[in-house]
């Protein structure tokens, strides 16, 4: 029933344009909140049918906000409503009357979000427009475009991925959802989330940094980036050349139907044997040195280790030889099967047009089919978090065509206005205050929730194995953000006794997180059953890379960010075809997104539990993640145009006007979507060109661009909505808005971005992370989570918390049921 869903208690004020804001409210519709999407006259900023998909299950007010009827219409309509969605620039709601001040004194139970570009604080950068691509830019995210593309010197890369709208909503939806939970005792919520602060966020382990940081750690790829830079040497490599820095368990083969097969199989001790033995190459796995990851290198009895990514020098080609042959002999559709079969992770290379007819897509929920009343049969993305309870998930209704919600406006306008629910004035809280989480997640996606709950005053509980089956450089490296503000337990699950030790510690907490399939939980004996019977309110948090609202043939199946991406197709279109497939960019791209979309599910699931008093289990997927990022061309019918967004090694821009260009001191993005050819009469030399096709207009403008320097082509063009933004990377944004921590207090609050170098981390060297500084409320406050512990630090206090005395601690320690660390040093070197 429709008043049975997670969020069918909520009504929502959707004033959001483009893809932000939108985004927001349509993760909260899919939800089942009711969302009242407000439209200008004439309809929504932007119409396109991806618009259309974002509309999805709303319904839509057309209002003139500078007609004072109009005005007083949207003021009624937030004093009896939950929660308001704008992504303005700032100030512009508080010009028309609807400031958040003016929205709580109506409503003071109203959760009030703001999604700009940059933060409001930002002096230098908040006023300007903040087009994606302009964002993009300024944060660092088209240059330095990952290992292959520097190794190639391809400097910058345009990519028409919105990862900054994906990670701001994703930010958005949770904290909206995390302080409607915090009503009772915060009351309404003022929250802002700078989408370039998200972005900065969501790509974290692309500008983490660490003090001497030991080769061990670094790709062959990174090697020979150090190596030429070292001896003065071009970054000139083709793209065959590249494939002599591939490691052979993380890369593209080719299969017999030439279609490109995609393995994603280091850093975790079982999965390259389950490559190795899957493509019948078990003489081989037999030759290959496996010993302790954790050992430091000078310690090692061999070159490297399988358990331990990279494979070394000495065996690396051969490995590769070996794997090409084998794939050749069958087909990938046939290699797929048996991979997912096989539990070795791996996929197909695919198309987005292709992956959004895909059997598994559709059968999964991954992918829907909604009849829309513009475009007829229409495939469009899924959820990104859903409840596993929740049976009407993949139910959609196509999106309003206009004015819809003025038939039930007067039914709406004659209820009675919100009044405040909070208890008592103490002073605001976290959030999550006293929510108590058990974390038994490892890589990125999964302890991403963790530390991304801890912020909001959640109490973290890390539990992993007493024999780590991941490598450091996952575990530790990584981990350094990912595993920030929890403590750290290591316990043997394959026990008796450490099952029992894991049945009482769900016993005592609120919410458990796994990153796993289905099969893999049920495995650990965690099934909803079983939790429900050993904590009736207990919710689970999983993530896996296939899963979607129902089953398909590949929801068990084991993947990565990577294989998300190769699935989804992402690294067609960044590479530019089959032959040339490249990872977009940056590590964790939809890992990150994937913790923050579990984050929402989880917020679904605590306003579904304060209701019913229910637990479950909140989902979300690597493959929906995949979706999200390219939710403004995730969709498909009969008719629709061309998948011809920007792609490939040689993409700069999409179109004249939103594109990059050599100034004379250096690249900048020119961002004029709207004014167009009204941008370039405001230079006389430039003017004239705006007779010129697309193709000949950019050649030209490249070619005018270039004789002079930004500062000259800024003065002239930027006003209005045209901007003209310097491409940043991201190792220049880390550093200029690095604070030590040993300064003192952190500004998590004023600035866009902010990095902090831990010049004090317990692990004795600094390393530079970014700060959790994407979500701004006004009331709640914000944590900055401890450094990650090494792992089995809180081992004893843990178990003494959960009832053991100190006699059976040291029994278990013995037996090896407990552990109290990995190896000696904590980052093994």
Known sequence: MPDQRPLSQVRVLDFGQYLAGPLVGMMLADLGAEVIRIDPPGGPRLQTPAADMLARGKSALSLDLRNPADRDTALELAARTDVLIENFRPGVMARLGLGADILHALNPDLVYLSLPGFASTDAELAELPAWEAAIAACTGQFTDMGLNRRLMGINPSFTPLALASAYGAAFGAMSVLFALRARSFNGGEYIEVPLASALLEGLVYNCEQIEDYPERYK???????????????????????????????????????????????????????????????????AELPEFDAYLDSADWPDEWTLSNYPVGVCDRARIARAMKAAFLQKTSTEWEALFGAAKAPATAQRATREWLADPHALASGLVLEVDDPRHGRMRQMGNV???????????KIAGPLADDARERLPEILAEAPRVSTRSGSAPARGWLEGLRVLDLTNVIAGPTIGSTLARFGAEVT?????????????????????????RSLLLDLSSRRGREVLERLIAGVDVITMNGSDAQRDALGLTPDRLRALNPRLILVQLDAFGGPRRGTKSDHLGYDDLAQAATGVMLRFGGGMQTPEEHAHFGTIDVLTGFCACVALGAALLRLERSGEGGVARASLAAAGNLIQAQFMYDFDGRAAFDEP?????????????????????????????????LARAPEL?????????????ELARRFRQQSLDYWQARLQQGSTVLMRLASLMETRDRA?????????????????????????????????????????????????????????????????????????SMIAGRVVALQWSEKYLPE
């Open 687 to 699: 003017a004239p060109l705006a007779e010129l096709d697309d193709n000949e207009l950019v050649t």
């Open 462 to 486: 890390l539990v992993q194995p007493v024999e780590p089956s991941v490598d450091p450089w996952n575990t530790t490296v990584f981990g350094l953000h990912a595993q920030r503000g929890k």
């Open 738 to 810: 690095r604070q030590c921590e040993s300064e003192g207090d952190i500004d998590i609050a004023e600035a866009t971005f902010r990095v902090i170098r831990h010049d004090r981390h317990p692990m004795g060297r600094w390393c530079d992370l970014v700060a959790p500084n994407a979500v701004r409320p006004r009331k709640a406050p914000i944590r900055i989570p401890g450094p990650m512990p090494k792992y089995g630090q809180h081992s004893r206090e843990i178990l003494r918390e959960t009832g053991y005395d100190d006699d059976a601690i040291e």
């Open 385 to 395: 978090a859903w409840l596993a309870e929740d049976n009407a998930a993949a139910d």
């Open 219 to 285: 790709s062959p790829r990174e090697v020979e980036l150090d190596r030429r830079a070292a001896e003065g040497l071009p970054m000139n490599l083709g793209f065959e050349q590249l494939s002599e820095f591939l490691d052979p368990f993380y890369r593209t083969y080719t299969c017999a139907d030439g279609r490109g097969f995609y393995v994603v199989s280091g850093s975790v001790k079982s999965h390259p044997r389950r490559v190795l033995e899957t493509l019948g190459l078990d003489d081989l796995l």
């Open 647 to 679: 792609a490939g090694r040689d993409a700069l821009g999409w179109g004249p006007y939103y594109h990059c260009y050599e100034a004379a001191d250096g690249w900048f993005l020119l961002a004029a979507p709207i004014d167009r050819a009204r941008a």
